[in-house]
């Protein structure tokens, strides 16, 4: 394959969309075309892999459905619908805004070949990059992650707990850190998915007074390096504008967009 844009667009779809974003789900239910996944600590998520060719009438329904799906759980804290920027999903965001839901920021949805992300990569004296696993270091991770991008303490606790389950069934996800004095300043995921040439690289924060010293490109070139070895060709994020051009330095592609909307009862 190409590095074509359009060649790794066909690819995303075919390889990465539905069952393949639902790595974690304690539960998947089907609705038409729709994927509805719900997960520890009462997350919703809603993808597919097209709509079906439903029309405006036909989407509006689709969204009611997928709602009335998460609201039957009394737990349901927050539900994410993920839309992408080439779908052909006629009114879908006036459906989703209608129903309640609040479109966050669009983010590039970027895929390369693995390889190119792998540089050595000065850090700053005394910075050490290591893969976690034990409780104490991934409940430091996502307190850290969740200061960051300003999450409450209780949700940085959820995603700690929902991440130890997925480490304790060994799914293949990894977890990276960049450490400074004992304190760590910068994490991320790897996330192989099974069955395809793909992993995906996610979550990557770095404190504010950390960035711009090369600290999240090394952590990504260690990441790149796991997921060769695990026999990946690509790895595909989907990238804020913080972290898109540091990707495109490394020779990734944008491919497209996609826009999280988020739903809380």
């Known amino acids: ?4 844009p359009a060649a790794l667009l066909a690819a995303y779809d075919d390889q990465l969309r539905t069952d393949a974003e639902l790595p974690g789900a304690a539960s998947v239910a089907r609705h038409g075309p729709l994927v509805l996944g719900t997960y520890p600590g009462g997350r919703g998520f809603v993808t597919y892999r097209d709509l079906g ?3 405006r009438a036909g989407v509006a329904d689709l969204v009611a459905a997928a709602l009335a799906h998460f609201r039957a759980d009394p737990a349901m804290r927050l539900v994410e619908w993920k839309t992408r920027g080439h779908d052909h999903a006629p009114g879908l965001h006036e459906a989703l ?9 669009p983010e590039s949805i970027m895929i390369g070949e693995a390889r190119s992300l792998i540089a050595d990569v000065p850090v700053p004296a005394g910075v050490m990059l290591r893969q976690i696993r034990d409780e104490r270091d991934v ?3 996502t307190a850290m992650v969740g200061g960051v991008f300003g999450d409450s303490e209780g949700a940085s606790e959820r995603t700690a707990d929902s991440l130890l389950l997925r480490l304790d069934r060994r799914d293949g996800m990894e977890l990276w850190v960049a450490e400074a004095g004992g304190e760590m300043v910068s994490a991320g995921r790897l996330e192989p998915v099974a069955g395809t040439e793909f992993a995906g690289i996610w979550g990557g924060a770095t404190c504010p007074e950390w960035r711009g010293r090369g600290i999240y490109r090394a952590l990504t070139a260690e990441r790149a390096r796991s997921a060769l070895a695990l026999g990946k060709r690509f790895v595909n994020s989907d990238s804020t504008e913080f972290s898109r051009p540091i990707l495109e ?3 990734l592609v944008k491919v497209s967009t996609t826009t999280p909307y988020e ?3």
Do not use: H, K, Q, T
């Not at 805004?97 to 920021?105: D, K, R």
């Open 139 to 141: 409940r430091a991770m």
């Open 97 to 105: 805004v209608s129903a309640g839901f609040v479109p966050g920021e």
């Open 249 to 251: 330095r490394s020779g």
């Open 263 to 265: 739903w809380r009862p």
């Open 1 to 4: 394959m190409s590095l074509d």
């Open 53 to 55: 060719g439903a029309d």
